[in-house]
C-alpha cells in the first residue's frame, strides 16, 4: 500500500477502485441499516427520537465507518469504547459473545449511553465488530432521568456498568442483564431498548459476511483498512493546504456551584503544523462540584465534531482521527477522571464545539457561524394517576433552539441541537399520551436571534402543566443563563434562559438551568426557553429592509429593532402587518448607537443593575448593550460574572465595530431631532 506523504498528488489503492467505492459505500450502508433496526424496534421514546448511533470497527476496534445521522456528540467515542472492551476481554472474544457498558471514563459519554459490543467472525476468524449506543431514559441513580446537577461523584448518577458479558457464546446471561435493568426506574422499556440494539448488531453482522461471501474475506478486510487510510491521506493533504499557525480561544459554563460566582473558562489552542492539527486545551477550569464535567471521550467527541462541521465530506472513521492531536489535562472540566460526575458532559462538549468553530470561522470564513444554542434537558417523574399496572412515568423532554448568524446568512430558526443534527424533538402529543401533562405553549421566541448584520437563528418557548400524578419531581439541566450565547465579527448575544414554575396557588418561581428534585403538583406550570444563536457582523450594518421583514415575520418587535438594529419602524396596523421604514430617524439612531456603545460596556454595572430593577432596563439590553450579568430570579449583580462576560463581548463584539470617533460630530448635530433609543 501506498504511504501516506502529503506531498502525494494521488492516492494508490490495493483495491481497484471500483470495488473500493462500492465497498466503502456498502459500510456506512450498513451501519444505516444499523440504526433503522433500532429506529424501528426501540421502547423508549428517546431513542425513537434519534439520540442512538452505531458503528462498524475493525477486529483491533478502530472505526470503519459511522451511521449518517448519528448524533455528532457520540462521533469520536465509539472507537475507544470498542477498544475498551476489547482490552478488558482480550483472548476472550468468541463467536456469539456480545458485551455492555456505558462506562464514561474508559472512552464513552455518560451512564444513559448504553453501548453493545458484537464481534463479528468468519470460519472462527475475528473480522470486525458491530457496534450500538442508545440512551436509555433511565439508569438509575437519585433522580427519573438520572441527571441530578446536585451530584459531584458518579455514585448518585445512575448505574456504572463496566465492560461485561451479556451474551456467552450465543447464550443469554439473564441473570447479568436482570441485575441491570432492575436498577432502572422503567426495566420494560430498558429491556425493550437492548432487544433493538442488540437485532442492530446482528443485522450489521449478517450483512458484512454476505459481503465476504461475495468479495472474499481477504478483500473485506483490506477495504477496512483501505477506507480508513484514504480518510487519513485526504484529511492530511487538506490540512497541509491551510498555514500553519496557532489560534486560541475559549467559552464559559455559567458557575461551579462549588465555588463563588463567576464564569467557568473552557480555553483552548489550535495549533496546525504541516499535515496534523492540535487542540490544547491547558488552561480550563478543574473540574466543577456538579455534573458539567466531561471524561476524555465527551471531549475528544467535541474536537471531532467540530472538525468534522469544516471538512464536512471525509468519511468519520479513524482515519479521520489520526491526524488530530488532542491535550486533555487531567482533572478539569474537559477530562474528569473516576468519581467525578460527567452525565452533564453535553454542557462542555457545546462549549469546546463553539470555541472551536469560533477559531475555525478565522481560517474558513465562508464557514464562518457565531454560537448556537445549549441542549436542554428536563426531567419530571412520578405515578401517573391514569395508569393501573405501571403508574411510574418519565417525562423526558429538550427542546430546539437558534443556530448562530453565519457569513452570508441568518441562523437557523429552532434547529435540533449541535449536540446532533438529526436529534427529534419529541411529538407532543406522544407525551401527552405517555404522561400526565398538556402542553400550553410551544413557539419561537421574538428576540431571541442575536442581533448581527445576520441574525442569529430564534430560540423556542415552551410550556406544559402537570394534570393527574403524585409524588412527582422536576430536575434540569441547561446553561447559558449567564454565559449568553455570543455573536462574532461584531454580533451581539442571545438571551439569557431559565425554568420557571407558574404554581396551582399562583405563585411563581423562578429556578434558573441547574437543580434538582424540586417536587410539583397537578396544576403547576413549567415554561421555559431555549436560547437563540448569535448574530454575525455589526447590527448597525443590517439592511433596514432586512429588519422590517424581521417584524413582519414576528421574528423581531419595533422595540428591539430600533434599540438593537438602530432601525425605527412605525407601526400603522399591527392587526394587518401594517408597518413603515423611517429611514431618516434610522439613520439619526444609528450615528447615536455608534457614538454611544463602546462607552455603554464601560458604565457602572451596579447602575445599570439599579436600572434594570427599577424597569428602565429590561434584560436584553443588559445583555447586548450593557455587557451585565444579573442573578435573574433576585436582580443581583453578579460582578465576576460581569467582568468576564464583557471582556467577551469587547473580543468577540466591540473590537469589530466600526470607528465612531466621526459619529460624534454627527450625533452632536441632530441631537435634539434624534428619536430615543
Known amino acids: 500500500m501506498s504511504g501516506l506523504e502529503t506531498a502525494q498528488e494521488s492516492y494508490s489503492f490495493s ?46 476496534g478502530f472505526t ?3 451511521g ?48 453493545l459490543l458484537d464481534p463479528i467472525f468468519h ?103 483501505e477506507v480508513q487510510d484514504y480518510t487519513e491521506w485526504i484529511f492530511r493533504r487538506r490540512l497541509a493546504a491551510l498555514p500553519d499557525g496557532t489560534w486560541y480561544s475559549e467559552d464559559f459554563i455559567d458557575k461551579d456551584p462549588g465555588a463563588a460566582e463567576g464564569l467557568v473558562p473552557l480555553r483552548v489552542r489550535m495549533e496546525i503544523a504541516g499535515d496534523d492539527v492540535l487542540y490544547d486545551f491547558e488552561g480550563s477550569h478543574h473540574v466543577v462540584a456538579s455534573i458539567t464535567n466531561a471524561a476524555f471521550g465527551g ?6 465534531a467540530t472538525t468534522k462541521v469544516f471538512f464536512p465530506d471525509l468519511a468519520l472513521n479513524a482515519g479521520f482521527y489520526r491526524p488530530i492531536l488532542v ?69 423526558y423532554d429538550w427542546m430546539a ?97 431559565g425554568l420557571t414554575i407558574d404554581r396551582a396557588d399562583g405563585s411563581r418561581e423562578y429556578l434558573g438551568v441547574t437543580f434538582a428534585k424540586v417536587p410539583l403538583y397537578p396544576g403547576d406550570t413549567l415554561s421555559r426557553p431555549s436560547g437563540g444563536g448569535g448574530g454575525y457582523g455589526d447590527p448597525l450594518e443590517r439592511d433596514p429592509a432586512a429588519v422590517l421583514e424581521d417584524v413582519l415575520d414576528g421574528y423581531v418587535t419595533v422595540r428591539r429593532a430600533a434599540r438593537d438594529y438602530g432601525v425605527v419602524i412605525r407601526e400603522l396596523d399591527a392587526d394587518v402587518l401594517e408597518y413603515e421604514l423611517a429611514e431618516d430617524e434610522t439613520a439619526q439612531v444609528r450615528a447615536r448607537i455608534r457614538a454611544q456603545r463602546h462607552g ?4 457602572d454595572p451596579e447602575d445599570i443593575a439599579a436600572r434594570f430593577r427599577s424597569g428602565e432596563l429590561d434584560g436584553l439590553d443588559l445583555v447586548r448593550r450593557y455587557g451585565v450579568i444579573l442573578d435573574w430570579g433576585t436582580g443581583a449583580l453578579l460582578p465576576e460574572t460581569t467582568a468576564t462576560y464583557r471582556s467577551l463581548l469587547w473580543r468577540l463584539a466591540a473590537a469589530h465595530w466600526a470607528d465612531e470617533a466621526a459619529q460624534a460630530e454627527a450625533v452632536a448635530s441632530t441631537s435634539s431631532t434624534m428619536p430615543s433609543t
Not at 299 to 304: E, F, K, P, R
Request: proline residues 5%; aromatic residues 10%.
Open 15 to 60: 483495491l481497484d477502485p471500483v470495488t473500493f467505492e462500492v465497498l466503502k459505500n456498502a459500510f456506512r450502508t450498513i451501519v444505516d441499516e444499523m440504526a433503522e433496526q433500532i429506529f424501528r424496534t426501540c421502547h423508549s421514546f428517546v431513542i425513537y427520537n434519534r439520540d442512538f448511533s452505531s458503528a462498524l470497527c475493525d477486529a483491533e
Open 64 to 66: 470503519i465507518a459511522q
Open 68 to 115: 449518517s445521522y448519528d448524533p455528532a456528540a457520540q462521533g469520536g467515542t465509539l472507537q475507544p469504547t470498542a477498544q475498551a472492551i476489547i482490552a478488558a476481554f482480550e483472548g476472550d472474544i468468541n463467536p456469539g459473545d456480545i458485551f455492555m457498558t456505558n462506562d464514561p471514563y474508559v472512552g464513552g459519554t455518560h451512564f444513559s449511553d448504553v453501548r
Open 123 to 225: 470460519e472462527g476468524e475475528l473480522i470486525a465488530f458491530a457496534q450500538s449506543s442508545g440512551h436509555w431514559a433511565d439508569v438509575g441513580g437519585v433522580v427519573p432521568g438520572s441527571f441530578d446537577p446536585t451530584a459531584r461523584e458518579h455514585f448518585g448518577e445512575g448505574l456504572r456498568i463496566p465492560p461485561v458479558r451479556l451474551w456467552d457464546g450465543g447464550r443469554r446471561l439473564d441473570d447479568m442483564i436482570n441485575m441491570i435493568v432492575s436498577n432502572m426506574r422503567v426495566p420494560a422499556e430498558a429491556l425493550g431498548d437492548l432487544s433493538a440494539q442488540v437485532e442492530a448488531t446482528r443485522v450489521a453482522e449478517r450483512e458484512i459476511l454476505r459481503l465476504v461471501q461475495k468479495y472474499g474475506r481477504d478483500t473485506v478486510v483490506t477495504a477496512f483498512h
Open 299 to 304: 471531549s475528544l467527541a467535541g474536537v471531532v
Open 327 to 395: 491535550n486533555l489535562p487531567e482533572g478539569t472540566i474537559v477530562n474528569a477522571t473516576w468519581p467525578t460526575a460527567v452525565t452533564g458532559f453535553i454542557i462542555v462538549y457545546e462549549k469546546i464545539m463553539n470555541a472551536l468553530i469560533e477559531i475555525w470561522s478565522r481560517l474558513v470564513p465562508e464557514r464562518a457561524m457565531a454560537a448556537t444554542f445549549d441542549l436542554e434537558y428536563l426531567l419530571v417523574g412520578g405515578y401517573d394517576l391514569r395508569q393501573a399496572d405501571w403508574p411510574f412515568f418519565m417525562w
Open 401 to 497: 433552539g437558534g443556530w448562530g448568524g453565519r457569513n452570508g446568512r441568518d441562523g437557523a430558526n429552532a434547529l435540533s441541537p449541535i449536540f446532533s443534527v438529526g436529534l427529534s424533538c419529541q411529538s407532543i402529543e406522544g407525551q401527552e399520551r405517555l404522561c400526565p401533562v398538556v402542553t400550553t405553549q410551544h413557539e419561537l421566541i421574538a428576540d431571541s436571534g442575536g442581533p448581527g448584520r445576520f441574525r442569529g437563528g430564534l430560540g423556542v418557548a415552551k410550556g406544559g402543566v402537570l394534570t393527574d400524578a403524585e409524588s412527582t419531581i422536576v430536575s434540569y439541566l441547561s446553561d447559558r443563563e449567564r454565559s449568553v450565547a455570543w455573536g462574532i465579527q461584531g454580533g451581539l448575544p442571545s438571551l439569557p434562559v
Open 600 to 603: 455603554w460596556l464601560e458604565e
